[in-house]
């Protein structure tokens, strides 16, 4: 910035620093309307769903979770039956904690030897 000399040169510094100030001022209104409107609660949960629905990442790890537990669920139900003794309920618990555990842990391996057993049940051998 120039050293100002006169008065005049004075007055047309402050009168452009305040114009800069009030278009900052109103940038910063803008600015903060914006930001609070994408605080709102409606906006941060669709964002957040929107977030985990395109994430391949997180997505895949839900299936294997939700896989998981479904599978150790009905091993447990296919082992203990309707009605069962303790010991046979405490085996069960402890399968279904097994089964769950290991499924969703491998469950891209699942995956691949899934599609490998459909595509060698439905595609024909050349």
Known sequence: MEKITSSAALANAIH???DTQA?????LKDQFQITYKGLTSGNLLRNTLNDVA??????????GTA???A??????KLVVGASAGIFRKLFGSIMQFGITSVVSHNAGNIKTLGRFLIQSV???KK
């Open 16 to 18: 452009l620093l305040e």
């Open 23 to 27: 278009r900052q001022r109103e940038q």
């Open 54 to 63: 395109t994430s391949p990442y997180l997505f895949d790890k839900i299936l």
């Open 67 to 69: 896989l998981g537990l």
């Open 71 to 76: 599978s150790g669920y009905l091993s447990k």
């Open 122 to 124: 439905f595609h024909k």
